[in-house]
């Protein structure tokens, strides 16, 4: 029985340890990012823009989400809120250009991160390159271990450009925005 105790009293300590480290290195950790990934479609920028911009619609495409509520025009833009797997996020469009640009932000400041992000389409002779900037802030120190760490700063961006891929039958991949041409 105090053998169990012992186990059991290290594996918690090791926890804590473990937690501790990555809290002290997540809040040493700058928590403004830009990660940028973009792909190649076939579809012709119009095409690849209106579905990107009917939001309500994105469920049928997007895995990750399970509702888009429009919540109308605030000060001038647009909002939305996504209802997804881990949770509700409200975000507006700041800028809309269509079958061009397209820049939303996340209005909610209690979620332990924030930021935006600007869709440039660019046509080619293959049909669009779509490329995704991300301009994050991570506040908690925590969310920014694990984005930096564990899941990666352009895991978000890749599942979407991946379910947008697969959305319009193709099986392109992301790429760094640096190195497609």
Same mark, same amino acid.
Do not use: C
């Given at each position: 029985? =105090? #053998? ?17 480290? #990555? ?6 950790? @700058?928590?403004?990012?830009?990660? /940028? ?10 095409? !690849? ?5 009917? %939001?309500?619609?994105?469920? @049928? ?5 399970? =509702? $888009?509520?429009?919540?109308? $025009? ?5 909002? %939305? ?5 881990? +949770?509700? !996020? ?8 269509? +079958? ?6 996340? $209005? ?7 930021? /935006? ?9 293959? +049909? ?7 301009? +994050?802030? $991570?506040? @908690?120190?925590? *969310?920014? %271990? #694990?984005?930096?760490?564990? *899941?990666?700063?352009? /895991? ?9 891929? =697969?959305? %319009? ?13």
């Amino acid at each position: 029985m =105090k #053998m169990l105790l012992l186990v059991g009293v290290v594996i918690v300590a090791v926890i804590i340890v473990l937690v501790a480290v #990555m809290l002290v290195i997540g809040s040493r950790l @700058n928590p403004n990012h830009v990660a /940028s990934r973009a792909i190649r479609l076939k579809e012709a920028p119009t095409e !690849v823009y209106a579905v990107i911009h009917d %939001f309500e619609r994105s469920p @049928n495409w997007r895995s990750d989400l399970k =509702k $888009v509520e429009m919540l109308g $025009v605030v000060d001038g833009h647009p909002r %939305f809120r996504e209802q997804g797997s881990h +949770g509700s !996020v409200t975000y507006e469009v700041l800028e809309d250009v269509a +079958g061009q640009r397209l820049v939303t932000r996340i $209005v909610d400041r209690d979620l332990g991160y924030s930021g /935006s992000w600007t869709q440039v389409l660019t046509p080619n002779d293959k +049909g669009t390159l779509l490329t995704i900037t991300e301009n +994050g802030e $991570v506040s @908690n120190p925590m *969310f920014r %271990f #694990m984005s930096r760490y564990v *899941f990666g700063q352009t /895991s978000t961006i890749d599942n979407y450009l991946k379910s947008l891929a =697969k959305h %319009f039958g193709e099986s392109s991949q992301p790429e760094p925005a640096a190195t497609v041409n």
